[in-house]
C-alpha cells in the first residue's frame, strides 16, 4: 500500500481536479493505494474514492501545501504529492519507490532561483513531515510574506527550495520525468515566443506534464492532454 496526496484549499480549483487527478494515478500505477486530499472543505469529497483530512487555518492559497511538513495534518508515513494541475502520461512507480526527499528542478530557475541557491518545483514531491522545516518556514512567515508583497509568484517552492539549500540538499528527480507544457523539458531554457508551449509533446521517459501558470489543462485541446486528463 502506498499513500498519495493533493491540496485543494479555496475555489480556484474544483473538487472535480482531485478526482481527475486520482483516475490518472489509477490509471498508471498497479499498486494499491490510498489517496488523501487535504482541503477546508471536506464534504465533496465524503462519498468519494479520495480521503479528506481538514487544513488547519490560518493559511492561504499554495502556502496550504506546507502543511505537509507540519507533522499533525497527515498520517504519519511517505507520500508522493501531487499539484491538481499535472497531467499523468506513465508509469509513476518510479515517483512511489524513491527513497527519502523527492523534488525536481524548477524549470524557469534552476541554477538559482528567487532566493540564493538552486530552486526546486513543488508540483510533484516525495515528502514525509519535516518538523524542521516546516519550523523553517514558520518561524519566517513574515518574511515570506513580505517579499510576496513584491514578488507575487513568490511561494511554498522558493521556501522549500531555500530550506533544501542550507541542508546542502542535491538529489532531485531526473529531469526527463517531469516536464513543463509551456517550457518544455530543458530547465532554464528562455524564448522570446510566447506562442509557442514548447512542452506540448510527450518527451522520451516524460511522466509527469506540470501546468504552471497559464494555461491549464482545461484550457487546452491538445490530443494526449484529452485523453489523460479524465
Not at 499513500?3 to 472535480?16: A, E, F, H, I, R
Not at 525536481?104 to 514525509?128: A, H, K, T
Request: hydrophobic residues 40%; glycine residues 10%.
Amino acid at each position: 500500500m502506498v499513500d498519495l496526496v493533493c491540496v485543494n484549499w479555496g475555489t480556484k480549483y474544483s473538487p472535480d481536479y482531485a478526482l481527475r487527478l486520482y483516475n490518472m494515478v489509477r490509471r498508471n500505477t498497479a499498486r494499491d493505494f490510498r489517496f488523501y486530499v487535504l482541503t477546508d472543505d471536506p464534504a465533496p469529497y465524503a462519498d468519494g474514492p479520495l480521503i479528506p483530512l481538514l487544513l488547519q487555518p490560518g493559511l492561504g492559497g499554495w502556502w496550504n501545501k506546507m502543511q505537509l511538513f507540519r507533522g499533525d495534518v497527515l498520517p504519519p508515513g511517505e507520500y508522493l504529492y501531487l499539484d491538481l494541475d499535472v497531467v499523468i502520461t506513465g508509469n509513476i512507480d518510479c515517483f512511489l519507490d524513491w527513497e527519502g526527499f523527492g523534488i525536481g528542478r524548477d524549470f524557469i530557475n534552476p541554477e538559482r532561483g528567487l532566493l540564493p541557491g538552486p530552486e526546486y518545483n513543488s508540483s510533484v514531491m516525495r515528502v514525509r513531515a519535516d518538523p524542521a522545516l516546516w519550523n523553517f518556514f514558520a518561524a519566517n512567515t513574515p518574511a515570506w510574506e513580505q517579499v510576496q508583497k513584491q514578488i507575487g509568484f513568490f511561494g511554498d517552492q522558493n521556501v522549500i527550495s531555500a530550506w533544501l539549500n542550507t541542508q546542502g540538499w542535491a538529489n532531485p528527480f531526473p529531469d526527463a520525468w517531469c516536464w513543463s507544457y509551456k517550457k518544455g523539458v530543458e530547465r532554464g531554457k528562455y524564448s522570446d515566443d510566447d506562442s509557442r508551449h514548447f512542452g506540448a509533446e510527450i518527451p522520451e521517459g516524460g511522466r509527469i506534464c506540470v501546468f504552471h501558470g497559464v494555461p491549464k489543462p482545461v484550457g487546452v485541446s491538445t490530443p494526449w492532454v484529452l485523453e489523460h486528463w479524465r
